[in-house]
């Protein structure tokens, strides 16, 4: 028979088949399976070695196949149920509300269902967790990734075990649930809300029972920045302090045999109230089955047990793999069992105070092995991580304990409860002082592109070899050398040599443009980034940055601003605020307003070369030439749209138009030959722009429109694209997402759309 950590890990790779490969690679990967088991069998006598392992190779991949079968399956399940559209639906609510500019936002439940919940703030008011209330609204599916390789929030939602998101129009009913575990929860809530302010009380809400929605965006923020945000959930820590806390007292009161009984139930109990997000969920059954091998008098394997976890939370819902929450508690788990040990016998030299030498030792090892993995997913660093671990951590113990006989004072109506409010109050505001005083410590964080699975792989097998093997050494200098050079020349080739192309990439960042250019010798140009002008929903920091990260652009050689309205400038700001920016160029025009005021105060701040555009300019870039064809120098407007910068870029015997938000007026004043291969529509598509004759000038093949889905402002409008349409094939981002061209140097285009 397989192992459990086999079984587990067959089970995980059918998982990650469902999940990231397609039908034909899965049965590919199965045919080559068969064969190699054919030619085994062709060849017994060569093979007999071989044979005894035949039916662990068949179970592993039947294992495989199961998995992958009840990933799609699931995947199906989540996207078939529900449809876009108007629903009408009893729903109980299961969080407090998270406020957003417009909406409370709710978790809530449909018999085991699960929806966000959106509710206008205006029409609305706020819910208390376990109300039931029937509404009528619409149904949307959640969003895939619009942008390519970048946050998939369908997978994400649908790894929480959520199915969309419900807009409501009207709530008919609200009533009480009688559901003990929600009652509990919102009573938990309601006791520390009235014994401490809400930013206290959703702190202590989050380390208690795991809801976070109280806990406002700036705490979060910085608990992010200093590498303890693990602090504000449910973790393991929790379970081992209710361990100890319930084994001492159930122990005394019913002996030492029938207590780990009772343990076995409040942990389950305790997992449910605490939301069973995947970290609680793990440790918890991990306790339980080191309960188990005690009462059966069995040595417990932690590893064995680690193993068994992720595959019952997986047999639940295997789209959990993909969960953040998931990879880093079990990953910064196993971390830890393999590196603690050998961390500690190396800084116990330095550190003899048992409680700081644990304390590090931990953390130590958790960053250790998360190091690539929270570059990956985001793109950051905290390297004052350590030292807040180090003081927080053992703190934020003391504060759990201190809650938990709070609540149940408070419950018991106990006549000095002030003083443990006050005690508790103080090492609050010390704590979340000391993390607010550590994130605005000066590099704090350092931002690092997004790593390739290559170098991710290439950490790890460093890492095993080098902690788990050390009686190699020898031979892992050896492969270490090699591998850096391996690596090295892989860079060398990837990153050194010319590719025959340029790549444009029309980024989706909703109602606004944002166009990212990388030439052949791998500069990078930016063109606009996108914004919003309601909200408060940063386009820069959510989806502009992080772009770019992935696509290892730390450094930006030139960002052109065409205007500044604030969908194409305002995601330009976290761009020059976090990145390395070269030069800025925007148009030689009077556009001041508070935008183009703190870029320009950026720049300055920043030794940012400017220029200043002009009609007649030609700025050269590694074979391209950008040639500025409107406005003329100091040209004033009262549309700041027809300020708007148009350049022709040209590379080889191809051109694309980017005409920023230009309309009919100034496309009727552009002279000289502007016919272009790739047009970037005018003003995203506005029946403003666009006019007949500027297309008849520009001949595009291909016309970009830059657009959201689902605007407000009838964008593209239709006359516009039956106009575009005699000329050009159309691709929008709102269906396409983003739209990468690649335009070759013998002058060939091919266009790939994130979503076909």
């Not at 079968?69 to 995947?75: F, G, K, N, W």
């Not at 939370?313 to 971390?335: D, E, K, R």
């Not at 330095?350 to 985001?378: C, D, G």
């Not at 205007?563 to 160029?585: C, Q």
């Amino acid at each position: 028979m397989l192992s459990i950590i086999l079984v587990t890990l067959a089970y995980i790779l059918g998982i990650v088949w469902g999940l990231y490969l397609e039908l034909n690679q899965v049965l590919a990967l199965i045919l080559f399976f068969m064969i190699f088991v054919l030619v085994i069998l062709m060849n017994k006598d060569k093979f007999k070695k071989l044979l005894k392992y035949y039916p662990k190779v068949i179970l592993f991949i039947l294992i495989v196949l199961l998995g992958y079968l009840y990933t799609i399956c699931t995947i199906q399940k989540f996207e078939n149920k529900y449809s876009n559209g108007r629903i009408n639906i009893e729903l109980t609510i299961l969080s407090p509300p998270s406020k957003t500019a417009y909406y409370y936002k709710y978790y809530v439940q449909n018999n085991k269902d699960k929806f966000l919940l959106y509710i206008n703030i205006k029409h609305g008011r706020e819910y208390d967790i376990g109300d039931n209330i029937i509404v009528d609204g619409f149904f949307e599916m959640p969003e895939t990734s619009r942008n390519i390789g970048s946050f998939n929030y369908r997978r994400h939602l649908y790894s929480t075990g959520v199915y969309g998101t419900i807009k409501v129009i009207n709530i008919t009913q609200v009533k009480s649930n009688s559901n003990i575990i929600l009652e509990i929860r919102n009573g938990i809530r309601k006791i520390l809300l009235e014994l401490f302010p809400k930013k206290y009380a959703g702190i202590l809400n989050g380390m208690l029972v795991g809801e976070t929605n109280d806990i406002s965006q700036k705490t979060i923020e910085a608990f992010n920045i200093t590498g303890t945000s693990h602090l504000l959930a449910v973790s393991g820590a929790n379970i081992s302090l209710l361990i100890t806390i319930t084994s001492v007292i159930f122990s005394k009161i019913f002996g030492k045999k029938f207590s780990e009984y009772l343990i076995i139930i409040f942990i389950i109990f305790f997992i449910i109230i605490s939301g069973s997000s995947p970290s609680v969920t793990r440790a918890g059954i991990m306790a339980i089955l080191n309960i188990i091998s005690n009462i059966i008098l069995r040595k417990p394997s932690t590893i064995n047990n680690i193993f068994l976890s992720a595959f019952f939370i997986l047999i639940i819902n295997p789209l959990s793999l993909s969960n953040t929450g998931f990879i880093l508690s079990y990953v910064a788990t196993i971390g830890i069992i393999y590196l603690e040990k050998d961390v500690k016998s190396r800084i116990q030299k330095f550190i003899h105070i048992p409680l700081i030498l644990e304390t590090l030792s931990v953390t130590i090892s958790a960053q250790i092995i998360l190091f690539p993995i929270l570059i990956y997913l985001f793109n950051k660093i905290s390297i004052i991580s350590i030292l807040a671990n180090l003081i927080i951590v053992p703190a934020s113990s003391i504060i759990t304990i201190f809650s938990i006989v709070t609540i149940l004072f408070s419950c018991l109506k106990f006549p000095y409860i002030s003083i443990l409010v006050k005690s508790l109050f103080c090492l609050l505001k010390s704590i979340t002082t000391i993390t607010d005083i550590l994130s605005k410590t000066r590099f704090s964080e350092i931002i690092l592109p997004t790593p390739s699975i290559i170098v991710i792989i290439f950490f790890y097998a460093a890492i095993y070899l080098l902690l788990v093997y050390k009686k190699y050494m020898t031979y892992i200098k050896k492969s270490i050398v090699i591998i850096i050079i391996i690596y090295s020349l892989y860079s060398y080739i990837y990153y050194i040599k010319p590719n025959n192309y340029i790549e444009i990439s029309a980024i989706d960042v909703g109602q606004g443009d944002a166009f990212y250019i990388e030439t052949p010798r791998h500069k990078k140009i930016l063109i606009d980034g996108g914004g919003s002008e309601i909200g408060d929903y940063d386009v820069g920091e959510k989806i502009l940055v992080p772009y770019l990260l992935d696509r290892c652009a730390t450094e930006i050689d030139y960002v052109f601003i065409s205007h500044s309205h604030a969908d194409h400038i305002e995601g330009i700001l976290p761009v020059l605020k976090r990145l390395t920016v070269s030069t800025l160029i925007i148009s030689d025009t009077d556009q001041k307003n508070a935008y183009m005021d703190e870029v320009i105060e950026i720049c300055r701040e920043k030794n940012i070369k400017i220029i200043r555009a002009k009609k007649g300019d030609t700025i050269k870039i590694d074979g391209l030439n950008f040639k500025i064809l409107h406005p003329r120098s100091k040209d004033n407007a009262e549309n700041l749209n027809n300020l708007s910068l148009v350049i022709q870029m040209i590379y080889g015997n191809r051109s694309m138009l980017f005409t920023g938000d230009i309309e009919k007026e100034v496309e009727k004043n552009i002279r000289g030959n502007i016919r272009s291969d790739i047009l970037k529509v005018p003003h995203h598509g506005g029946n403003t722009s666009s006019s007949k004759e500027f297309l008849k000038k520009v001949m595009p093949k291909i016309a970009i429109i830059s657009v959201a889905k689902n605007n407000n402002y009838d964008h593209p409008h239709l006359a516009t694209l039956n106009r575009l349409r005699e000329y050009a094939t159309i691709y929008m981002t709102k269906d396409s997402g983003e739209i990468n061209i690649r335009i070759y140097r013998n002058g060939k285009i091919f266009i790939r759309e994130c979503i076909k």
